[in-house]
């Protein structure tokens, strides 16, 4: 499974963005896909994820009533509202192959990494 990842850029604090991620490839091989980040200095973070069915999220604390994950065949899309500075980071999209419930926020627990796309957030 590849992954693609779009939509990252500059905003201001309190806009919207609105990122993708496309699945191609063995696209039968995972069973949910979620959204990390990371910023400089820091550790990887969990934003989100969803089960493939669209039925099941899970949201990390941080990000709980300002991003919305959603998906279509083969794509996941992060709605993220609200933005704040300490939003700013490299979002990855990312696939697993196992299902958990809710889905997994373990980085470690993922098979499939794309390839980021910066998000900046200005005061």
């Known amino acids: 499974v590849q992954l693609q990842a779009s939509g990252g850029g500059l905003v201001q604090a309190g806009g919207s963005l609105r990122l993708s991620c496309a699945a191609s490839?063995?696209?039968?091989?995972?069973?949910?896909m979620g959204w990390f980040r990371q910023a400089p200095g820091k550790e990887r973070e969990f934003v989100a994820a969803?089960?493939?069915?669209?039925?099941y999220t899970n949201y990390g604390g941080s990000v709980q009533g300002r991003f919305a994950i959603s998906n279509t065949e083969n794509t996941v899309f992060l709605q993220m509202n609200s933005l704040k500075p300490e939003d700013t980071a490299v979002y990855y999209c990312?696939?697993?192959?196992?299902?958990?419930?809710?889905?997994?926020?373990?980085?470690?627990?993922?098979?499939?990494w794309g390839q980021g796309t910066q998000v900046t957030i200005s005061s």
């Open positions: 969803i089960s493939r069915s669209g039925r």
């Open positions: 490839g063995f696209t039968l091989d995972y069973r949910a």
């Open positions: 990312a696939a697993n192959r196992s299902p958990y419930y809710p889905p997994s926020d373990l980085a470690r627990t993922y098979d499939y």
